[in-house]
């Protein structure tokens, strides 16, 4: 095990932010951390991190006790926030210095160009950061988190505020450095297709609890059962099937679609239906199983953003 | 701790401070300023008067080492807004993730604070001069005028960072420097002597560090004799200073 996390709890006053959670990631593993807004990733993270200290439980990276040896763990960890963290009237290749050197490691020079060309951002070297794009940006990122050849590489939210080009470029990214230079990595997200596309196992965490873990596939098998989601005119009783319902939204889990959408719509009566909408397994259907709600409702979604956006300028 | 890791930080800060047009232009303008006032207001005062209040006939020769060390008393300010904005923009976070305690980002912006105050001794030099002030120029008297600004910067740095250690609010390196600038700069011996201070005050300039800069540089660039228990005594004050930015500076930067 390159991670172990064993009861781990945050509170912050009587809030708790993080509840009793334990996971451990295998050696060359890419695991995410998946929740909504305010859910406990973050704080997990900066935890495993040794940025803020736990009320209570363990943490052993590779070995390492954290929690009683900081310093040591410390050097284990390669490390990207969900904000930008770079400091920008310095240059692509002097934020790679301090990184290094912060490291204590002084012949940082033929790693850095190594990283840097790896994710093409070598011809940049001299730029001072304020002129890098978003994507540039987090690729810097990245690379400096992999030049202490960390055993894990924790990314919170790494596509957070990206275009969706740049995302895919940035799924590239972390999977070549997991497949290719062997890192571990560590993510979090709310983003069940990025979850989904990257992750081998995912950890569904809500309210500070891990609520399933599992991979993917295996999720989507045990909770991600095919729904029907119908809106209608007036309220309708679904006697025999597993429903959940607001206002008139109903979303409707069924196991055999095909016999099951002639019998609803028959309850429902046709007359009364606005609409009707087929979900098939996802990620998506596994928290909305899990939860009752769905993961990245819009509004969240671009205050969230606004948010990111104001704290990093 | 790690002496790489200070000294990456505080190439860090040094880069920061000439890459800035407007840093630059303050370290320049701001000594010319104190000297242009400070050192014009008194400049009517017959001959005689001066020389027995201030023992020297020239108040601007009397006025340049409470410059030098009012200089150093105003760095502070910078090196805790340097650490506010590290916090602020998360830049801290990215030091403590790395195997850093917390004293190595205090001490790196402790010295780049020093490092904006010793760039300015030579600039109120050359227009103090400039502007007629006599100095005993010697080796002694310049090496007495180093250590003296050096360990102030120390002290006075270190102030105003423990002050705001625990503070991410961009206001509270301003609010704590007007608290505490004048109490400083009145109650010691950089503007006016001491004997003419109510007893109260004469008392309080005894505990001001501010005071014993002035004078060991004043002696020396007025050509009076060296007092070493001055040079001691700011030494124990820039060493407990020291001490303390270690103590709390691993305790409270370490983890937020
Ligand atoms: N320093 C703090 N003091 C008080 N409450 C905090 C603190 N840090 C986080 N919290 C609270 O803990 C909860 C979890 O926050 P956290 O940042 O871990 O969520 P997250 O899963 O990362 O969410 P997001 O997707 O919005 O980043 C939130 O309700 C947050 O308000
Ligand atoms: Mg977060």
């Known amino acids: ?313 | 701790m790690s002496l790489q890791q200070i000294f990456v930080l505080y190439k860090r800060e040094f880069k920061k401070i000439y890459r800035s047009k407007y840093t630059i232009f303050m370290l320049l303008i701001q000594p010319l300023m104190w000297l242009v006032f400070f050192g014009s207001s008194l400049g009517r005062l017959p001959t005689a008067l001066t020389q027995e209040l201030f023992k020297t006939s020239n108040y601007l020769s009397f006025i340049l080492p409470g410059v030098l060390s009012l200089v150093m008393l105003f760095v502070g300010m910078f090196a805790s807004m340097s650490l506010i904005q590290d916090k602020r923009y998360g830049y801290l976070r990215r030091i403590m993730v790395a195997p850093v305690n917390g004293e190595v980002p205090l001490f790196s912006k402790l010295l780049g604070g020093l490092t904006r105050g010793l760039i300015e001794v030579p600039i109120v030099l050359i227009i103090g001069i400039a502007m007629g002030a006599s100095i005993d120029f010697s080796l002694s008297s310049v090496l007495i005028m180093i250590a003296s600004v050096v360990l102030l910067g120390i002290t006075f740095s270190s102030v105003f960072l423990l002050l705001t250690l625990k503070t991410s609010d961009l206001q509270a390196p301003g609010v704590i420097s007007s608290l505490i600038l004048f109490p400083l700069m009145f109650s010691s011996t950089a503007i006016f002597p001491s004997n003419l201070f109510p007893s109260w005050l004469e008392l309080l300039s005894k505990f001001n560090p501010l005071t014993y800069s002035v004078d060991l540089i004043r002696n020396a660039f007025l050509g009076y004799s060296f007092n070493l228990n001055y040079l001691i005594f700011l030494l124990v004050y820039a060493i407990i200073f020291l001490f303390l930015d270690f103590i709390l500076g691993r305790k409270y930067l370490s983890s937020e």
């Open chain 1, 1 to 313: 095990m390159i991670l172990s996390v064993k009861n781990l709890t945050k509170k912050f006053g009587d809030f708790t932010a993080v509840n009793n959670i334990s996971f451990s990631i295998k050696k060359g593993e890419i695991f995410g951390l998946l929740g909504p807004n305010g859910a406990g990733k973050t704080t997990t993270i900066k935890m495993i991190c040794g940025l803020i200290k736990p009320t209570s439980g363990e943490i052993t990276i590779d070995g390492i006790n954290a929690l009683e040896n900081p310093l040591e763990a410390k050097k284990l960890i390669g490390w990207m926030s969900a904000e930008s963290i770079l400091d920008e009237d310095l240059t692509v290749w002097e934020n790679m210095e301090v990184q290094a050197k912060l490291h204590n490691f002084n012949k940082f020079e033929e790693k850095a160009e190594e990283l840097l060309k790896y994710f093409d951002i070598y011809n940049f070297a001299k730029n001072k950061v304020s002129n890098l794009s978003t994507g540039m940006r987090k690729k810097l990122e990245i690379a400096m988190a992999l030049i202490n050849d960390p055993s894990i590489l924790v990314l919170d939210e790494p596509t957070i505020a990206l275009d969706p080009n740049t995302r895919a470029a940035l799924w590239e990214v972390i999977e070549r450095a997991n497949k290719e230079r062997k890192v571990t990595v560590l993510l979090t997200t709310h983003y069940m297709d990025e979850a989904d596309r990257l992750c081998d196992r995912i950890a569904i965490i809500d309210h500070g609890k891990i609520i399933a873990n599992d991979s993917p596939s295996n999720l989507k098998k045990k909770y991600g059962n095919t729904t029907l989601e119908i809106k209608t005119k007036k309220e309708v009783e679904l006697k025999g099937y597993e429903y959940q319902k607001e206002g008139n939204n109903y979303i409707i889990s069924v196991k055999d679609l095909s016999n099951d959408i002639s019998k609803i719509i028959k309850l429902v009566g046709e007359n009364n239906i606005i609409s009707i909408n087929v979900n098939n397994p996802s990620l998506d259907n596994v928290f909305l199983r899990l939860t009752g709600r769905k993961i990245s409702e819009e509004k969240t979604e671009s205050t969230k953003i606004y948010r990111i956006l104001k704290s990093s300028r």
